[in-house]
Each structure stands twice: as structure tokens, then as C-alpha cells.
């Protein structure tokens, strides 16, 4: 089946830990966003890559990194400089263009010991 | 600034009872407005996509229009199934991808 898969489901991140949140998929789709949604907000973009071995930052990009290797793959670092990471972190990708439909992932909660 | 607000934030029905969900958008350049349907602690799940004003789409007992200023999602002789929450996005002039997204109904339908 095609599509697009986050883990782990849960996750927690110690004090000064860096976490990465893996994002695969198998739809051939060239674009790859990450979200954080938090309760009673939209989601608010982190990072997009358009393309293999580029990305560039959306709204709220401080205290995360990520990385375009491969098509198919798009981690997320939640790094130790993200004072408040807890919130649920959605993958999605899309065909790229005009029509941009995006689809998501089943998504991952992260929570801080 | 590109804003997508949503009204209202909750929304209680009886099975049956038919209703709409608005989603207001500044958004420079629209180039579609998109709704999704979220269950709790799940993704968003793609429902419809409208590129142009007068422009409806339907699903079901789902129907969304759009014009130049909002989107109504209408929501014919709702079923409990239908509980879950509504999101709506905008996406903007740019090359960036970017979907604006407003913070959702949540709608509870009760049996």
C-alpha cells in the first residue's frame, strides 16, 4: 500500500536530548513538509524540501533540524535548543505544483520526561 | 499577512441535524482551499480541494463550496461516524508548498 509512515508513534525526549522522528514514503512524491500541532491551534509548518538535498525553513523552524537524502525520506531532529517540544508532529508529501494536494501521516507525539 | 480562520470551534449535532462549518481566509493569490477530516490523535485525512469561486465539491454527506472570501462545508443528515475534526487550509501565491492552516471544528454528533 502507498503511503506515508511516521515513528515512532510516542516519543520522549529527556533534558538536553535530541530526538529524530523518522518520516518515510512510497507515493514517488518530491515534496515533504513537516508540522507541529499543538491543541487548539492549526498546524504550523517546520521545514518543506521541494527536492532531494534541499529544504528550507517555514514558520517556526528554531530548535529543529531535518534532512533530504533521499526521495522517500525526510527525518525531523527535535534538538535540545526546542524549549518546548511537546506537541504532535505531522509528516506529509505531495506531488509538488499547482495542485499540491498533501497527504499525512499517522503522526508522532512527543513528550518530555 | 495569509489567515484562515474556522467558526465555529466546537459544534454538537444530533444525528441527523444538517449544519455548515465556515472557513474565512485572507490568503493572496489563493490557489486552492483544501478541507481535511482529523480524528483524535490520528493525521489529517484529504476530503476536497476547490481552486475557484462558485466551485462545490461532494462526498457523501459532505459538501464543500467556496467563494471569494470563505468555504462552507456542509454536512447533510450527519452520522455519528461524522464526529471528528474539520480542517481547512489555504494554499498561497509562491512556489513554497506552503498550506495556511485555520484551527479546526470539532464536530460532535450525537446518536
Known amino acids: 500500500d502507498g503511503g506515508i509512515t511516521q515513528s515512532p508513534k510516542y516519543l520522549f525526549r529527556k533534558e538536553g536530548q535530541n530526538v529524530t522522528l523518522s518520516c518515510e514514503q512510497n507515493?514517488?512524491?518530491?515534496?515533504m513538509y513537516w508540522y507541529r500541532q499543538d491543541p487548539g491551534q492549526g498546524l504550523r509548518l517546520i521545514y518543506y524540501s521541494q527536492i532531494v538535498n534541499d529544504f528550507q525553513k517555514g514558520d517556526i523552524a528554531e530548535g529543529y533540524s531535518v534532512s533530504r537524502e533521499k526521495k522517500e525520506s525526510f527525518p525531523l531532529t527535535v534538538t535540545s535548543a526546542q524549549k518546548n517540544p511537546t506537541a504532535f508532529y505531522l509528516c506529509?508529501?505531495?506531488?509538488?505544483?499547482?495542485?499540491?494536494?498533501?497527504?499525512f501521516g499517522a503522526g508522532t507525539r512527543l513528550s518530555v520526561l | 499577512e495569509d489567515q484562515v480562520t474556522q467558526s465555529p470551534e466546537a459544534l454538537r449535532l444530533q444525528e441527523g441535524e444538517s449544519s455548515s462549518l465556515n472557513c474565512s481566509y485572507t490568503?493572496?493569490?489563493?490557489?486552492?482551499l483544501f478541507w481535511y477530516r482529523q480524528d483524535p490523535g490520528k493525521g489529517p485525512e484529504f476530503l476536497f480541494t476547490l481552486y475557484s469561486a462558485g466551485e462545490e465539491k461532494e462526498k457523501e454527506r459532505l459538501k464543500a463550496t467556496l467563494t471569494k472570501k470563505e468555504s462552507f462545508l456542509h454536512i447533510t443528515a450527519p452520522k455519528p461516524e461524522d464526529s471528528a475534526t474539520y480542517l481547512c487550509a489555504g494554499h498561497g501565491s509562491g512556489n513554497t508548498g506552503k498550506l495556511i492552516f485555520g484551527q479546526g471544528t470539532t464536530l460532535q454528533v450525537k446518536p
Open positions: 506529509a508529501s505531495s506531488v509538488g505544483g499547482n495542485k499540491n494536494i498533501q497527504y
Open positions: 507515493l514517488n512524491h518530491d515534496a
Open positions: 490568503v493572496s493569490g489563493l490557489r486552492g
